[in-house]
């Protein structure tokens, strides 16, 4: 399985400012992920980051608010905009593809907290 | 959309005995994964289903994807304390169409064993 590395693990943010994680990871994949676990909750997809092109963004998500690069194989950011306290939340990026079998797996998450 | 019926919410049951959880969706899915969460963790793998039927063991863990492709099932034979967290059904959407082999969790089953 690959290696997936999510900065930052944990941050207090504060309401009306933007904050951007980073998932690494240490082999080139085809997919990646971003997805939302609300306190309590399931995991929600949030976008699907596209290598070289716009993210897909599931409905109920924007890019103006999620707004999600990914430049290369192994690396996609995720950047959570204008934030309010509805936004904390476990933000979880995850691999999958032909290259790790199809099957799919998670970073440890970063968790927000928005005061 | 493609929802995920996962049941019990929650277990509360005696070190040694046996568990048994299951999801159910209104639609087919090609592949099913189940996955474990502990606190401060993002989720991890434990089994990966791919084909209609398919029966899979990983240790004191067993999966079986039903044969309709709608529903999975988990068994965990002779509970130990640290088996203690929630347990995800997820859904793999296919790889084409757009969906890009994304995944539709289930709520989870939260369980807690008693020395």
Same mark, same amino acid.
Do not use: H
């Given at each position: 399985? !690959? &290696?997936?590395?999510?900065?930052?693990?944990?941050?207090?943010?504060?309401?009306?400012?933007?904050?951007?994680?980073?998932?690494?990871?240490?082999?080139? &994949?085809? %997919? %990646?992920?971003?997805?939302?676990? /609300?306190?309590?909750?399931?995991?929600?997809?949030? #976008?699907? !980051?596209? /290598?070289?092109?716009?993210?897909?963004?599931?409905?109920?998500?924007?890019?103006? =608010? @999620?707004?999600?690069?990914?430049?290369?194989?192994? @690396?996609?950011?995720?950047?959570?905009?204008? %934030?309010?306290?509805?936004?904390?939340?476990?933000? $979880?990026?995850?691999?999958?593809?032909?290259?790790?079998?199809?099957?799919?797996?998670?970073?440890?998450?970063?968790?927000?907290?928005?005061? | 959309?493609?929802?995920?019926?996962?049941?019990?919410?929650?277990?509360?049951?005696?070190?040694?005995?046996?568990?048994? %959880?299951?999801?159910?969706?209104?639609?087919?899915?090609?592949?099913?994964?189940?996955?474990?969460?502990?606190?401060?963790?993002?989720? +991890? $793998?434990?089994? #990966?289903?791919? =084909?209609?039927?398919?029966?899979?063991?990983?240790?004191? $863990?067993? #999966?079986?994807?039903?044969?309709?492709? =709608?529903?999975?099932?988990?068994?965990?034979? !002779?509970?130990?304390?640290?088996? +203690?967290?929630?347990?995800?059904?997820?859904?793999?959407?296919?790889?084409?169409?757009?969906?890009?082999?994304? $995944?539709? @969790?289930? =709520?989870?089953?939260?369980?807690? &064993?008693?020395?």
């Amino acid at each position: 399985s !690959a &290696v997936i590395s999510q900065k930052p693990s944990r941050d207090i943010c504060q309401r009306g400012t933007s904050l951007t994680i980073q998932c690494q990871v240490d082999s080139q &994949v085809t %997919m %990646m992920f971003w997805y939302r676990q /609300q306190p309590g909750q399931s995991l929600t997809l949030i #976008a699907t !980051a596209n /290598q070289g092109s716009e993210a897909t963004y599931e409905s109920g998500f924007v890019i103006d =608010k @999620f707004p999600i690069s990914r430049p290369n194989l192994t @690396f996609s950011t995720l950047t959570v905009s204008n %934030m309010s306290p509805e936004d904390s939340s476990i933000y $979880l990026c995850s691999v999958g593809g032909y290259d790790s079998g199809n099957t799919i797996y998670f970073g440890e998450g970063s968790w927000l907290t928005v005061v | 959309g493609q929802q995920l019926n996962q049941s019990p919410q929650s277990m509360f049951i005696q070190e040694g005995e046996d568990v048994s %959880m299951n999801c159910t969706s209104s639609s087919i899915f090609n592949t099913w994964l189940w996955y474990k969460q502990e606190p401060g963790e993002g989720p +991890v $793998l434990l089994i #990966a289903l791919y =084909k209609a039927g398919e029966l899979t063991s990983n240790g004191r $863990l067993t #999966a079986q994807f039903g044969i309709t492709r =709608k529903d999975s099932f988990l068994n965990i034979s !002779a509970s130990i304390p640290s088996d +203690v967290g929630i347990y995800f059904c997820a859904g793999q959407r296919p790889l084409y169409g757009g969906s890009q082999g994304n $995944l539709i @969790f289930g =709520k989870g089953t939260k369980l807690s &064993v008693k020395p």
